[in-house]
């Protein structure tokens, strides 16, 4: 197919010259001028058959062609990701302690009054004591002047800045009869007392008769902690 029809060509001019005998010269050179445009058409048209074989080999081999390709204006990098990640809220508690971001405490609130009872003390009785003691029982019983402490029978304590005394009283020497009389049915009681924030004691509660088996624990006027470190009262000569 690739074989040159130059010299075809001419030996089929030559022949036609030969048959056309006095055919002119002219007439032969167009015949051959047909011939070779024919030729050359037919070499266009081989050529693009065989261009057409090649091209669909490599397209059966491959599966798509360069034109499947997308421009390179179109295939670039990944947009970057302009989306606002929401903020991170910590329940970490601020002074660092590993809390359940949500777990409550069960303590007193700070800053809270406590409800804890004040702390109570059992004390050595002064004699100033006694004396403003005695002088605040004389003030509720008119009439008693000559009595004094029963000795062993005196109790004495704070609770907070409140003070707390009990005790029981017998007369003393120049005590009339009217006050013999009214010690011997009040005097041998148990008395309680407290003191105000002036320092000024009042009498506030006694024994009841028969005494109450609890003894001071009994007096709603002396707080429980105390009466427990007076041993309820209960100790008499």
Do not use: N
Not at 115 to 138: E, F, G, I
Request: glycine content about 10%; some cysteine; overall charge neutral.
């Amino acid at each position: 197919m690739t074989e040159d029809f130059a010299p075809i060509l001419r030996r089929g001019s030559e022949e036609l010259a030969a048959h056309a005998g006095a055919r002119p010269a002219a007439v032969v050179r167009a015949r051959g001028d047909a011939l070779r445009r024919r030729q050359r058409t037919a070499r266009s048209a081989l050529a693009v058959a065989l261009l057409a074989v090649v091209c669909g080999g490599a397209f059966a081999v491959t599966g798509h062609s360069r034109q499947d390709a997308p421009p390179e204006s179109v295939v670039g990098p990944p947009a970057p990701d302009t989306s606002t990640a929401p903020p991170v809220t910590s329940t970490a508690p601020p002074d660092g302690t590993a809390e359940p971001s949500g777990a409550a405490s069960h303590g007193p609130a700070a800053g809270s009054p406590s409800t804890a009872a004040p702390s109570c003390r059992s004390l050595v009785v002064p004699q100033t004591v006694k004396d403003a003691v005695t002088l605040a029982y004389r003030r509720s019983q008119p009439g008693l002047v000559h009595l004094a402490p029963v000795k062993g029978t005196f109790y004495y304590g704070r609770c907070g800045g409140v003070g707390y005394a009990a005790s029981s009283f017998t007369p003393t020497a120049g005590a009339a009869e009217s006050e013999l009389v009214q010690l011997q049915d009040e005097g041998g009681a148990e008395k309680y007392f407290t003191e105000g924030a002036d320092g000024t004691w009042t009498f506030v509660a006694t024994d009841g008769f028969p005494r109450d088996p609890r003894g001071c624990a009994a007096v709603p006027e002396i707080p429980a902690p105390l009466a427990a470190l007076w041993g309820d009262c209960l100790a008499r000569p």
